[in-house]
């Protein structure tokens, strides 16, 4: 039995404990996820998703194996044991080909899950529900189901060739909104009634059996649905347990299968708590992390204006937003708000588009120079507490070294503790 598998049985059964997925493949993040969990002394699950890193390298230019290699080496370099990473693919299937026929789209995503798989990556989120460009309107759920088995019959199959057996684990079913987050206010979220639920594991179950898939099917330890969480550019729907108890009834009657929440980010502890507690175990969450790291990295460029010369500066936040509006597709069509409120919600918005810029060279140069600029010396205390105010207070009491990395750092701890503390540290 895998560790995931330990894990959901346990909260099946009752135990307070779950695991959150970060779901980022920003080193800074990454970094802090690590100290998080050597700090806690606990597994680390991160995910790839199939727009970020892919065949053809994703947005980030990456290949699964080499995802996997990177983050194997922030592990090493942080001394965190390589055995206590899980490393899973989040929306496996046709979603970056959707404009093509369902055949072609689905070669792809077949390529797709091979490569996650012989790169050594064991949860993967099977997620065949986005329509192809030859598909009726409305795709049917029982098209989904078939389409899942058929990646999962492709995983199978590369495990076993790679690795001699599989062990992998499966997640089934999606969420709304798509891979990458909201494109649009949100006015009202529905919870997934369990009727749906019934029928998505009935229809997987059946298609699985049919390609004799049933060791697999015994190994599928995740269905997502929507527990009523979700945010926006500004607000958080935040999570209420009394509507999901329909679903948590349900799911206690379904053998060795928990929820996977999507989407939730800025979650508050108590929230966590209680989605944890409902057999949600597992928790997907991303932008809250990269909008820690813009918080952080934005009060540092406010330092170093009030401490060096213009000429100097990295300019790092009018930087990083030129490059945005030179090359605007990664944010636009989540921004649909009068030209008034762009800038607000390119630099603020919850939804945090700006983790796909800072990839890009000039700005991770702008980044570097800001470190460089405020590393000659520690940071004078009245700025710090200024502007990071509570890496103020952990530089005081000794528990913080005062250089900007490390400012960062916690900063960005604060939000993956909030995580733990729900996951791991429930009496």
């Keep these: 039995m895998t560790i995931l598998q330990k894990l959901i049985a346990a909260n099946k059964c009752g135990d307070k404990r779950g695991i959150y997925a970060v779901c980022s493949a920003h080193p800074l993040v990454l970094e802090a996820a690590i100290l998080q969990a050597k700090q806690d002394n606990s597994y680390l699950l991160i995910e790839a998703t199939a727009n970020q890193v892919n065949q053809f390298g994703g947005y980030t230019t990456m290949m699964p194996a080499d995802f996997m290699a990177f983050v194997q080496r922030l592990a090493t370099e942080q001394a965190f044991a390589v055995d206590k990473l899980i490393l899973g693919g989040d929306h496996l299937g046709p979603v970056c080909w959707c404009d093509e026929d369902a055949e072609a789209a689905m070669q792809k995503a077949e390529q797709l899950i091979a490569t996650y798989v012989a790169a050594g990556f064991k949860k993967i989120h099977l997620d065949t529900s986005m329509r192809c460009a030859d598909d009726d309107a409305i795709l049917a759920d029982e098209t989904v189901a078939i389409r899942a088995a058929q990646l999962c019959a492709v995983a199978e199959k590369t495990a076993v060739n790679t690795f001699g057996h599989s062990d992998l684990v499966y997640v089934i079913g999606t969420e709304v909104p798509p891979p990458g987050g909201a494109d649009e206010h949100i006015d009202t979220l529905a919870v997934t009634e369990t009727d749906h639920v019934a029928s998505t594991l009935a229809l997987h179950h059946d298609a699985f059996l049919k390609l004799g898939l049933s060791a697999a099917w015994q190994r599928v330890v995740g269905l997502v649905v929507q527990p009523g969480v979700e945010f926006d550019n500004t607000q958080v729907f935040d999570y209420d347990s009394s509507k999901a108890q329909q679903l948590k009834q349900y799911i206690q009657t379904v053998d060795r299968i928990a929820f996977e929440a999507h989407s939730t980010d ?69 921004y649909q708000v ?34 460089s600029n405020l590393q000659a010396q520690p940071i004078p205390l009245p700025l710090l507490s200024q502007y990071m105010p509570l890496q103020y207070l952990a530089v005081r009491n000794g528990s913080l070294e005062n250089n900007p990395k490390s400012l960062v750092l916690h900063h960005i701890m604060q939000v993956t503790s909030r995580y733990a503390d729900a996951c791991f540290k429930q009496q």
Excluded at 289 to 300: D, I, K, Q, V
Excluded at 357 to 365: A, E, H, L, P, R
Aim: glycine share 2%; aromatic share 14%.
């Design 266 to 334: 800025y979650q508050t502890p108590v929230a966590y708590k209680q989605l944890i507690n409902d057999h949600f175990a597992i928790l997907k969450v991303g932008p809250e992390l990269t909008f820690a790291l813009r918080e952080a990295l934005f009060a540092l460029s406010h330092i170093e204006d009030a401490l060096v010369d213009t000429e100097q500066c990295s300019h790092l936040r009018t930087v990083i937003d030129a490059d945005m509006q030179q090359f605007p597709k990664n944010w636009q069509r989540f």
């Design 338 to 371: 009068d030209s008034s409120l762009q800038k607000l919600y390119r630099r603020f918005s919850f939804s945090d588009r700006i983790r796909y810029y800072w990839g890009q060279q000039g700005n991770q140069n702008a980044v570097e120079t800001l470190f």
